[in-house]
T-cell receptor, first 113, second 116 residues
Framework: DGGITQSPKYLFRKEGQNVTLSCEQNLNHDAMYWYRQDPGQGLRLIYYSQIVNDFQKGDIAEGYSVSREKKESFPLTVTSAQKNPTAFYLC????????????FGDGTRLSIL | QQQVKQSPQSLIVQKGGISIINCAYENTAFDYFPWYQQFPGKGPALLIAIRPDVSEKKEGRFTISFNKSAKQFSLHIMDSQPGDSATYFCAASMDAGGTSYGKLTFGQGTILTVHP
């Protein structure tokens, strides 16, 4: 079945540590996105990528980094510079970035140890 | 101007009733308005979407009503069922002709509880 796979489902970060969240899609979608979800808030865009080797900052990119070396993969690194990383992180993809439906993975919940 | 305001924050409906969630936006360049349904511990799933050239779209028990002049759109869930209990998000995006790259701007979400 086609879809988006995020791993791990739960992740714990120690102080000063960088952690990487995985996102893989087999939908052959060009565009991929990372969102952060906090309780009682909507989803906020961290980074997005239209094509391989290209990505753009979203609304809350500080303390995060991404790469897009393959069409299927869009990993997100939460760096030690992100002082409030505890959240639910969601990866999404769409056929293109032209206002098409975005399909989401089931998220990674990141907590601080 | 990029905000999408959603109300109410929470909604309790009896089984068989109608659930109504409202959203308002400011940016008239938005031209795609999806609604997402999210269950606990899961990612949002696209429920239904509309473009501004129509005033209403219906899919099963779910209907989007769109008022372009008022810059408002709403989700109606007819014959609400306990299985509809979830968080619902409205969103908006604009065509990627500019620099928006189809980014979705989400509302804050509505927690719907349908009592049996």
């Amino acid at each position: 079945d086609g879809g988006i796979t995020q791993s791990p489902k739960y992740l714990f970060r120690k102080e000063g540590q960088n952690v990487t969240l995985s996102c893989e899609q087999n939908l052959n979608h060009d565009a991929m996105y990372w969102y952060r979800q906090d309780p009682g808030q909507g989803l906020r865009l961290i980074y997005y990528s239209q094509i391989v080797n290209d990505f753009q900052k979203g609304d809350i990119a500080e303390g995060y980094s991404v790469s897009r070396e393959k069409k299927e993969s869009f990993p997100l690194t939460v760096t030690s510079a992100q002082k409030n990383p505890t959240a639910f992180y969601l990866c999404a993809s769409s056929i293109s970035t032209q206002g098409m439906a975005q399909h989401f993975g089931d998220g990674t919940r990141l907590s601080i140890l | 101007q990029q905000q999408v305001k959603q109300s109410p924050q929470s909604l309790i409906v009896q089984k068989g009733g109608i659930s109504i969630i409202n959203c308002a936006y400011e940016n008239t360049a938005f031209d795609y308005f999806p609604w997402y349904q999210q269950f606990p511990g899961k990612g949002p799933a696209l429920l239904i979407a509309i473009r501004p050239d129509v005033s209403e779209k219906k899919e099963g028990r779910f209907t989007i009503s769109f008022n372009k002049s008022a810059k408002q759109f709403s989700l109606h869930i007819m014959d609400s069922q306990p299985g509809d209990s979830a968080t619902y998000f409205c969103a908006a995006s604009m065509d990627a002709g500019g620099t928006s790259y189809g980014k979705l701007t989400f509302g804050q979400g509505t927690i719907l509880t349908v009592h049996p």
